[in-house]
């Protein structure tokens, strides 16, 4: 309800503001959802949309899945920690402009570009978690898996995924967050759909009306996202951390 509440007064603060403002640069939520409904009934809004959401999470995946296991072998041995650590620094510092550019060069203006570009950004946000993570695991726990004699997947399952979940928890929030600004701008520079190329389209009209129209919903569906997936997510891997009257909870 907090929620619904804050969501109702920035709506009402936008009204306001439109009613003194000149509509040809910030129409009202009216005129807005009006321009809304027009795409939606096309079917151009949910195209767009639904390419631009396959994108993010293929992106999200590649980057997740290899930053997740890259991370993790980085912190648990030092001597590849300490080899591959500048190349880490290199990639956290490298503008997200200037790995796109190079991708479209490099690989054409593709899907595979657009893709491999959006995951390169996001990788070194998920290997840094991911080392911290594979760092803080209990070298106890580590001992106590030997002297059972846990095989390797038993381990994983049961004492290394538990301890790690709360730092990929983390590294989702911070990635989707992410991933989801690149998406938009590996589309408005080298693809002919989704919703960055409409939003650079209505740049070129100087249409704000259709600009809002595709952002709106496209926020929408990224706080839905985080709101239904990725909170719940977060939650249910931490809880164990919280403690319980019979001790911690191990999933």
């Given at each position: 309800?907090i929620?619904?509440?804050?969501?109702?007064?920035l709506?009402?603060?936008?009204?306001?503001?439109?009613?003194?403002a000149?509509?040809r640069?910030l129409?009202?939520?009216?005129?807005?959802f009006a321009?809304?409904?027009?795409?939606?009934k096309s079917?151009a809004l949910?195209?767009?949309?639904?390419?631009?959401?396959?994108?993010?999470?293929?992106?999200?995946?590649i980057?997740?899945?290899l930053?997740?296991?890259?991370g993790?072998v980085?912190?648990?041995r030092?001597?590849?920690?300490r080899l591959?650590?500048?190349?880490?620094?290199v990639l956290l510092?490298?503008?997200?402009l200037?790995?796109i550019?190079?991708?479209y060069?490099?690989?054409?203006?593709?899907?595979?570009a657009?893709?491999?570009a959006?995951?390169?950004?996001?990788?070194p946000?998920?290997?840094v978690?991911a080392?911290?993570?594979?760092?803080a695991?209990?070298a106890g726990?580590d001992?106590?898996?030997q002297v059972?004699?846990?095989s390797?997947r038993?381990r994983?399952r049961?004492?290394?995924?538990?301890?790690?979940?709360p730092?990929?928890?983390?590294?989702m929030?911070?990635?989707?967050?992410?991933v989801?600004?690149?998406?938009l701008?590996v589309?408005?520079?080298?693809?002919s759909?989704g919703?960055?190329?409409e939003i650079n389209l209505a740049?070129?009209l100087?249409?704000?009306?259709?600009?809002?129209?595709?952002?709106?919903?496209?926020?929408a569906l990224?706080l839905s996202?985080?709101?239904?997936l990725v909170?719940?997510f977060?939650?249910?891997v931490?809880r164990w951390?919280?403690?319980?009257?019979?001790?911690?909870?191990f999933?």
């Open positions: 309800m929620r619904l509440a804050s969501l109702a007064l709506l009402l603060l936008w009204q306001a503001v439109a009613l003194v000149d509509p640069y129409p009202g939520p009216v005129l807005v321009a809304m409904l027009d795409e939606a079917g949910f195209t767009h949309l639904g390419i631009t959401l396959l994108r993010v999470a293929a992106a999200f995946l980057a997740m899945s930053g997740t296991a890259i993790f980085m912190g648990r030092r001597l590849i920690d591959f650590d500048p190349w880490l620094v510092n490298l503008p997200a200037v790995v550019v190079l991708a060069i490099w690989a054409g203006l593709t899907e595979t657009a893709v491999g959006v995951a390169l950004n996001k990788l946000n998920a290997v978690v080392r911290e993570g594979a760092r695991l209990d726990l001992e106590m898996a059972f004699a846990m390797a038993a994983l049961h004492i290394v995924l538990p301890q790690l979940a730092y990929l928890a983390a590294a929030r911070s990635g989707l967050s992410l989801w600004k690149i998406v701008v589309e408005l520079l080298g693809r759909n919703v960055g190329f740049f070129q100087f249409d704000v009306h259709l600009l809002l129209a595709y952002a709106i919903p496209f926020v990224m996202v985080e709101t239904f909170q719940p977060e939650r249910r931490s951390r919280g403690g319980s009257p019979r001790g911690r909870d999933p």
